[in-house]
């Protein structure tokens, strides 16, 4: 080029370097803008504009300053490009075009780099051909990059920071002791019912559980904790989920019973009033709720609210004390005769070494579900090679029959510890699960309002009031199955009740 042409013409010098640049050979932008100043004076070139980005040019319309030296030169204030590449300008198609367009309609009069020269008069198919390959090199790292992600994921591996509540060390994803135990306590109070998101929070920070800048931990942030299968061992990514091989916090059981409380529509929640049974009990006659207030001093009453205007319960209030009695009343449906209970637990006891424990049925249970998975699949993959299934839905079923395996291995290897830890441990929470009310009862007139709220949370669905009466209760289970026997006495009834407790437990182990 001729002194005269490189006088006229107005320079820009663009450097780009970006995060997916991990290629030792990409200078940085200081580098790239020190090499370039060099070349722009052998050649005798005058430098008019500037541009450093630090964004990568897989996509269009993603630099701002790129996005400003095409809009110099398509005004005529810039006509020659200094770059350190060609692929410092462009990785993608849209771009590359826009650069070409601009050079044949010699609107751009030259692009100059370290290696060579691009001119409006140069064949169009050299240029197209190094910037299909700048496009295929993001493609390609795309590429690998996914593939590397999901050979980790598929080896136990977590590829990005470790959740809070864990710590990335070389290589590996480890309890962080400071505030694992604050995740698992979160899980544990949650699953009660018995607090709200922000009552965890408040909790929490009092106890220490603190950001690294020492702050409060949002309520918004827990209840996204509570969803993070990760603690118990579940790794989850674009829909798919993997088995981790990193320790878990919390066990799958405790995750599903805080999954299935989040989806409630509602629950109880610790009242911050200090009328202990508002919210809890309904009025027989009209179902409105029953509330409280305070009268001749400091003595509580609650009566009907009388929210529909159909009822005159309203007008009989119950002292707290009264009512307490009474509650204390619906553990009098659940007492068995202990003497039967131990009966039917020595009864079992002998019995147990011809059958199969709770969990080793749990297991063959899973175990043959597994099979029947691995079944579907290999029809699945038949019907898609005979293209009788579509590509897409062979990939939809496929991915449904891939997660549900994750979740059953995941159980599996929880049962498969507890079968090493446990051995009569069932048959003495099927008994426990008999004698506990009569405890639950002797302690219950004894304890504080709060506390009383607290045990009939754990026992009741609800109960209605009816001339300041016990009416009907609800149990929850296993208490509603205990409640039903009408001789507790009566070694048949008890056995019967023993055995429905044991088929529960199967299908939910560690419920009770």
């Not at 007139?445 to 609800?474: G, H």
Request: glycine letters at 4%; charged letters at 30%; a positive charge.
């Amino acid at each position: 080029m001729n002194d005269k042409n490189e006088t006229t013409i107005k320079y820009a010098l663009y450097c780009r370097k970006s995060t997916e640049d991990s290629s030792r050979q990409i200078l940085s932008l200081d580098s790239q803008e020190k090499e370039m100043l060099k070349l722009a004076d052998s050649l005798n070139l005058s430098i008019d504009y500037k541009f450093r980005e630090s964004k990568s040019a897989k996509k269009p319309n993603n630099r701002p300053q790129f996005s400003e030296l095409i809009n110099l030169i398509k005004r005529g204030k810039i006509q020659g490009v200094l770059c350190w590449k060609i692929d410092r300008l462009s990785r993608n198609p849209i771009d590359s075009a826009t650069i070409q367009w601009l050079l044949q309609q010699n609107e751009l009069k030259i692009i100059q780099t370290m290696e060579r020269q691009y001119l409006p008069g140069d064949n169009a198919l050299l240029f197209n051909v190094e910037s299909g390959m700048a496009n295929q090199y993001i493609l390609d790292l795309s590429k690998n990059v996914k593939r590397g992600i999901r050979a980790k994921l598929e080896k136990g591996g977590w590829p990005n920071l470790a959740p809070l509540g864990y710590l990335n060390k070389d290589s590996k994803i480890i309890i962080d002791k400071a505030r694992g135990k604050y995740i698992v306590k979160i899980f544990e109070m949650y699953k009660t019912g018995k607090y709200s998101v922000k009552e965890i929070a408040d909790t929490l920070f009092k106890e220490g559980f603190r950001s690294r800048a020492h702050n409060k931990y949002h309520k918004s942030k827990i209840h996204k904790m509570l969803s993070e299968s990760f603690y118990c061992g579940i790794m989850e990514r674009d829909d798919e989920k993997y088995l981790g091989t990193h320790e878990p916090l919390i066990s799958k059981k405790l995750f599903d019973e805080v999954q299935e409380m989040l989806t409630k529509k509602s629950h109880i929640k610790k009242q911050n009033i200090p009328f202990a049974f508002r919210g809890m009990l309904r009025c027989a006659k009209c179902g409105c709720l029953l509330t409280a207030t305070k009268k001749k001093g400091r003595l509580t009453y609650y009566y009907c609210t009388n929210g529909k205007n159909v009822c005159e319960e309203h007008k009989a209030y119950i002292k707290e004390e009264n009512l307490s009695t009474e509650l204390n009343g619906v553990f009098d449906n659940l007492i068995f005769d202990e003497k039967v209970v131990n009966l039917v637990y020595r009864a079992k006891q002998r019995e147990s070494g011809n059958v199969l424990s709770y969990l080793d049925e749990a297991i063959l249970g899973l175990q043959n579900r597994l099979k029947t998975l691995e079944e579907r699949k290999k029809v699945l993959i038949d019907g898609y090679l005979d293209k009788v299934v579509l590509e897409g839905d062979y990939k939809a079923k496929n991915q449904i029959i891939e997660n549900e395996i994750v979740l059953i291995n995941k159980d599996l290897q929880e049962l498969e510890i507890k079968k090493q830890s446990q051995d009569n441990i069932t048959l003495e929470r099927i008994r426990n699960a008999f004698l506990e009310p009569k405890i639950i009862q002797k302690a219950f007139l004894l304890q504080k309002p709060d506390e009383q709220r607290n045990t009939l949370i754990d026992v009741l669905w609800n109960a209605t009031i009816d001339n300041k009466k016990i009416a009907n209760i609800s149990f929850k289970e296993p208490y509603n199955v205990l409640s039903k026997i009408e001789n507790k006495s009566d070694f048949n009834s008890v056995r019967g009740v023993r055995d429905y407790i044991r088929t529960e437990m199967r299908q939910n182990t560690n419920k009770y």
